[in-house]
């Protein structure tokens, strides 16, 4: 299993990023995906989810109405549609195939700074 993140970078409070997760070594279409971020001094926590098909998408209260988490099962991608972004959304964001065992990428880091 093999997931890499890009995307990430420097942003100024309202801004916007997309951020993409590339999975391979397993059928992607049969896996739910979901995005995590750890800010510094922080434990991870979950952002977003997406079943596998994409139809039902879950989101941390605090990115509801902001983030949109979306996949292409063609392309075996993951995507984190970040929209008004905030001092506090600054961490390294994850992707992660749900289920019992869960395997991480390398991160992307994201920073919201004037």
């Known amino acids: 299993v093999q997931l890499v993140e890009s995307g990430g970078g420097l942003v100024q409070p309202g801004g916007s990023l997309r951020l993409s997760c590339v999975a391979s070594?397993?059928?992607?279409?049969?896996?739910?995906m979901d995005w995590y971020r750890q800010a510094p001094g922080k434990e991870r926590e979950w952002v977003a989810g997406?079943?596998?098909?994409?139809?039902?998408?879950y989101y941390e209260d605090s990115v509801k109405g902001r983030f949109t988490i979306s996949r292409d099962n063609a392309k075996n991608t993951v995507y984190l549609q970040m929209n008004s972004l905030k001092p506090e959304d600054t961490a390294v964001y994850y992707c992660s195939r749900a289920g019992p065992v869960q395997y991480w990428g390398q991160g992307t880091q994201v920073t919201v700074s004037s």
């Open positions: 997406v079943t596998r098909g994409g139809g039902t998408t």
């Open positions: 070594g397993f059928t992607f279409s049969n896996y739910a």
